[in-house]
């Protein structure tokens, strides 16, 4: 997959339908991964951070999203902490190969010194990531959070 990172805000309000079909097929359960919710809290309260989307696409089309901001070097959810959840956007049968690309992706930039994974489901794709594939968490923080039961 290519990855692409969105920092800008018009390229940000371009994902807006290609977002909304992902999480329709794949997390419409989960309201704080919707669009809408990404912009109220981008236009709300993450307008001094950096936006920081990766964007994962196999040709044309959309397959993964992990939507981030770039706190100075410290990527975090966005939403996040106040989100009760955050995830990867993505179908579950995609994630491994998405998540790969994108953590190559990261890999590759310097830009960031720390990705802080909170407030995850149990049931996410980056927890089993992050547990059959260790080596990739040198720079990451992530820890489990009593908000998220699922």
């Known amino acids: 997959m290519d990855v692409r990172v969105v920092e800008d805000y018009q390229g940000f309000l371009a994902l807006e339908d290609s977002w909304n ?4 097929g794949h997390c419409a359960d989960n309201v704080f991964l919707h669009f ?3 912009r109220a809290f981008v236009e709300s309260f993450a307008l001094r951070e950096k936006l920081y989307v990766l964007a994962a696409y196999d040709g ?12 100075e ?6 939403g996040s902490p106040r ?13 491994p190969a998405a998540l790969e690309s994108i953590f190559g992706a990261l890999g590759a930039r310097g830009d960031w010194r720390r990705l ?6 149990e049931r996410s794709p980056i927890r089993r990531c992050f547990r059959d594939n260790p080596r990739i968490t040198k720079r990451v923080f992530w ?5 998220c039961p699922g």
């Open 21 to 24: 079909e992902l999480w329709k």
């Open 36 to 38: 809408r919710w990404a």
């Open 60 to 71: 044309v089309s959309l397959r993964a999203i992990l939507p981030l901001v770039n706190d």
């Open 73 to 78: 070097g410290s990527l975090r959810f966005i």
């Open 83 to 95: 989100s009760d959840y955050a995830d990867l956007i993505c179908s579950s049968e995609e994630a």
């Open 116 to 121: 802080k994974i909170l407030d995850i489901p």
């Open 143 to 147: 820890q489990p959070s009593s908000k």
